[in-house]
Nanobody
Framework: QVQLLESGGGLAQAGGSLRLSCVAS????????MGWHRQAPGKQREWVAT???????AYSDAVRGRFTISRDNAKNMVYLQMNSLKAEDTAVYFC??????WGQGTQVTVSS
């Protein structure tokens, strides 16, 4: 079983930045894909970004060019640098490992 713990959420102004972190612990085999999803109030959870063990990345259209995903394989951590934040980025952000294990989420609120 793999446990994931997110941190770094909070309140930011539109145009500002936040950096989310997520650490994986426990046993569950190798972690290949790590990533972030988010869920805004009243909306379905949506994909944000993923990164593989080689550093290959992919982003949703909504965040491409503003968010950057990175990881530290030695520390089993994944990060999400969020710049040029918009009010519509307000959501609970969840990290995952292999799309099997999920964290509890961290709230990001962007004020306009």
């Amino acid at each position: 079983q793999v446990q994931l713990l997110e941190s770094g959420g909070g309140l930011a102004q539109a145009g500002g930045s936040l950096r989310l972190s997520c650490v994986a612990s426990g046993r569950g085999g190798s972690i290949n894909i790590m990533g972030w999803h988010r869920q805004a109030p009243g909306k379905q959870r949506e994909w944000v970004a993923t990164i593989d063990t080689c550093g290959g990345t992919a982003y949703s259209d909504a965040v491409r060019g503003r968010f950057t995903i990175s990881r530290d394989n030695a520390k089993n951590m994944v990060y999400l640098q969020m710049n040029s934040l918009k009010a519509e980025d307000t959501a609970v952000y969840f990290c995952h490992a292999n799309r099997i294990y999920w964290g509890q989420g961290t709230q990001v609120t962007v004020s306009s």
